[in-house]
């Protein structure tokens, strides 16, 4: 054989396919293969361009959910939304807008404003005087005695706003184990929902 024709005869690629020459009796034909289009999830786009091809719902022509940490349209980035840029996005925000109002935030008494977005505002100021909190400062444990008709929920949150326990407050005597919270000063909200009601305390946890 001839080493012209023997690197005829070698394998060639192109943009298009494999491509394979044959020489026979000094004749040689070309034969083309194309490379098999995946598309696993049938949603029009193939495995090269589709970055999840079991899932048709994610492809480069679907939108974008918003704060879902998915990236539906294959462009790299998980859509985001916090106008405000206060940490928290639009999903849990219940004012994108303002940067002082989300669910980290502390409620700021008589305003008639939802800082903390949970659905309350305060009304009135310290009018759970059924319940009593003790001791303070604390070590170890908290007690909290309720002799109100409803059960509440107690949050404590640190001086940066973030809630680090909640708990439901029963009637009677409720203990709360704090002895593994770091040494400092604590706000301490009770929320009664029935009655759109609730009390805050400062808190020195020792």
Known sequence: ?????????????SDFGISFYHFTGGRGTLTTILPEIV??????????????????????GAVDIPN??????????ALIIDNDLDGYNSSVDCDDNNPAI?????EILDNGIDENCDGLTSIETIVLND???????????????NQSNYVCKLYIRDLNGQIILV??????QNTIEIENYLPGLYIIEIVNLIKKYRRFSKLIIE
């Open 167 to 172: 708990k439901e407050i029963n009637h009677n």
């Open 68 to 77: 879902n940490n998915i990236d539906e349209n294959c462009d790299g980035v």
């Open 131 to 145: 319940i009593c909190i003790y001791p303070n400062p604390a070590k170890g444990f908290l007690y909290v005695d």
């Open 39 to 60: 598309d696993k999830d049938k949603d029009g786009f193939n495995a090269i361009a589709d970055c999840n091809d079991n899932d048709p719902t994610i492809n480069p």
């Open 1 to 13: 054989m001839k080493e012209d024709e023997k690197k005829n005869n070698e394998l060639a690629s």
């Open 102 to 106: 989300n669910p980290g935030a502390i």
